[in-house]
């Protein structure tokens, strides 16, 4: 069996959220999914035992009964009799809370069923999404004085409708194309073929794409990525054009993003795996998903799952005023840790600090080891995350707690040196060394990755800052600025309009 | 009877804000109207029946009793044995249940208790707005930086 739960705070009265809620046969007032509903046998929708039928937005017909109404509880539970979608055992509760400190409203919407085996993900995603929390959207909306969405115009339901499978035409698209390792002149505007998508593939209009310092190394060569005549670039954020057979949870119109190999980012449009796609809730703009996502995929692999920050714990991170330093502070901050950061001068020393380093070393003018001493009374930290390598490591070593942990994410001032792991056993630590690609390579992981992410970038726990815009067309410039050391936070490239 | 309902949103994760106040032991370290406490004969703080015996900072001093509490229902029962509030038959229970939308926390805290009808207004005013509302503004204030 598999439960979902979802939960919201409506800014309005109890009572007046109840209002719209407790009419059985109402939703097709207000959730944006649903297309016409009636009360079977003509019965009051507050008859318990009543049935409403009604139709899906998207085409579809579904039937469910009223089994329990409480006006004293303001809750309601219903189960499903018909369904196109095989949600077996179906039986979801919604229940409304007083938020006594402000006057609002907690909205609680949970159900439990049982899926077909190996459908429960996408199912949960169906219900939880599509259902409740496309709910939670439409009743603030209309709260707020805004009329339903026409399902017309925005078909939100993408999986209860079967997505539109493309045509199978290919279509020109402009791209930026490598015509040889060397320099940001090597990249070079063509107009491509950018295949229908195969089976588990779609095919994207990119509206924002990612700049990062990996995009050098592939243009060089330095990384072995990227063969000319191929595409570079890690992560864009678009809309989906058309899906290929057998792609379930997207559908044309969707906004995604992505960041991950392969390369391939710097174009128009581009047909890949749908597997390696986010989707994007609505409060997140292409241009921070683009400049986001892979900085803060990483943060999250390396603060949750290559080692689990705690509240209480001590964090030091290298370039703290970094690219992805600044999501590390940020997000450990807020996880509760204390955090340490080396920095090369004054300036990030303040940048750091407003991005949650609560300790930001200059490391050209004090030792870091004496900072961690003093914070942690002597005890050490209990994770260091360096991605600087060869000329940190040892101290790295030095600055952990007992039993802590070592993170290498990087290299660059050089690769770490042979290490003889028996001399660790004075400390009992733990050293890693992560590898992006190994945490993003299944829909689950992203989407893990995302569910974590995006909650952040949309309440401002993680601030985004794009510090430069280049149209896709001067990615060559974009490059000459990074390379030069002319940019701050994340730069980004822009298509069309 | 004597019902009090107050109910907050604590801008924190449902797991982090269980971490402060799971603690049956731990009230000084988060509302701001306790001085110390301890559990009596030395028994561990999540031991159902285990008793607080804490110190207001106004100098009073409360022993409650925990009935219930579940790690997965992140709740906590619990009754006053002794108290110079004049209440009788009081349980309280504190619950925190996650916000899904935006990785918050609801944190509902009730009680039901007796004790004489003229005081009922400001015995119910002093549990809900001075102890339960309290304790919440303090964890809003402790995590709204998060």
């Not at chain 1, 901050?333 to 750091?352: F, H």
């Not at chain 1, 600087?388 to 490591?393: C, D, E, P, V």
């Not at chain 2, 031991?47 to 997965?72: M, P, Q, T, W």
């Amino acid at each position: 069996m598999v439960r979902v739960r979802k939960s919201t705070v409506v800014n309005a009265p109890i009572d007046h959220v109840w209002d719209i809620l407790r009419d059985f046969n109402g939703h097709d007032r207000w959730h944006p999914a649903i297309g016409q509903s009636r009360i079977e046998d003509a019965l009051p929708s507050d008859v318990v035992g009543c049935v409403r039928d009604f139709t899906l937005a998207s085409g579809g017909r579904i039937r469910e009964q009223l089994l329990s109404l409480s006006d004293k509880t303001y809750s309601f539970t219903y189960c499903l009799l018909e369904a196109p979608v095989p949600l077996v055992n179906y039986v979801s509760t919604v229940r409304l809370k007083p938020v006594t400190d402000g006057n609002g409203t907690f909205w609680e919407w949970i159900c439990s069923f049982d899926p077909p085996a190996g459908r429960a993900e996408e199912l949960s995603r169906l219900v939880g999404e599509e259902i409740y929390e496309a709910g939670f959207r439409a009743i603030r909306d209309s709260l707020a004085g805004k009329r339903k969405r026409s399902s017309q115009s925005a078909p939100t339901s993408s999986t209860v409708s079967a997505p539109a499978i493309s045509s199978g035409q290919s279509m020109r698209g402009g791209a930026m194309v490598l015509t040889g390792h060397g320099g940001p002149e090597r990249m070079e505007w063509r107009e491509q073929n950018v295949p229908a998508p195969g089976p588990g593939q779609v095919r994207l209009r990119h509206n924002a794409i990612g700049v990062n310092y990996i995009d050098v190394y592939c243009r060089t060569g330095y990384y072995k990525l990227v063969e000319p005549p191929g595409i570079i670039g890690m992560e864009a954020a678009g809309s989906i054009l058309d899906v290929g057979a057998g792609v379930h949870g997207f559908a044309p119109g969707d906004r995604v993003a992505y960041a991950c190999p392969p390369p391939g980012a710097y174009c128009e449009l581009r047909t890949m795996s749908a597997d390696l796609l986010a989707l994007l809730p609505d409060e997140i703009d292409d241009a921070t998903a683009a400049a986001a996502m892979l900085k803060g995929v990483t943060a999250e692999f390396l603060l949750h799952r290559v080692h689990h920050v705690k509240e209480g714990d001590s964090v030091l991170i290298h370039a703290a005023a970094g690219g992805v330093g600044l999501y590390l502070c940020q997000w450990a901050r807020r996880l509760g840790a204390t955090v340490i950061g080396t920095v090369g001068s004054e300036e990030k020393a303040q940048l750091a600090r407003r991005y949650g380093c609560s300790y930001p070393v200059i490391y050209t003018q004090q030792d870091f080891l004496e900072t961690v001493r003093d914070v942690t009374e002597g005890r050490g930290v209990d994770v260091v995350y360096d991605g600087i390598g060869a000329s940190t490591f040892e101290k790295s070593y030095e600055a952990l707690a007992l039993r802590g942990h070592l993170v290498s994410y990087g290299q660059a001032s050089g690769s770490v040196p042979a290490i003889d792991i028996s001399s660790y056993s004075s400390k009992s630590v733990s050293v890693s060394r992560p590898n992006y690609a190994h945490y993003t390579s299944t829909a689950e992981e992203i989407r893990s990755s995302t569910d974590r992410l995006f909650p952040l970038l949309i309440n401002g726990d993680l601030k985004v800052e794009i510090g430069q815009r280049f149209p896709l067309r001067q990615a060559g410039e974009a490059h000459k600025a990074l390379e030069a050391r002319q940019t701050t936070g994340s730069t980004i490239l822009t298509l069309g309009e | 009877m004597v019902k009090v309902y107050t109910s907050s949103i604590i801008d924190a994760p449902a797991e982090r804000v269980w971490s402060v106040i799971r603690d049956f032991n731990g009230l000084p370290n988060w509302h701001p109207a306790i001085a110390e406490s301890r559990i009596e004969q030395n028994h561990p703080s999540d031991k159902i029946g285990c008793v607080r015996n804490f110190s207001l900072k106004d100098g009073g001093r409360i022993r409650e009793c925990l009935l219930a509490l579940s790690d997965y229902d992140l709740s906590c029962t619990y009754s006053i044995l002794e108290s110079p509030m004049g209440v009788t038959d009081y349980v309280a229970t504190l619950k925190l249940t996650p916000v899904t939308d935006g990785d918050r926390s609801f944190a509902e805290w009730s009680a039901e208790f007796d004790c004489p009808p003229e005081r009922e207004r400001e015995l119910a005013d002093l549990v809900g707005q001075g102890v339960f509302q309290g304790g919440f503004d303090a964890l809003k204030e402790r995590f709204g930086g998060r």
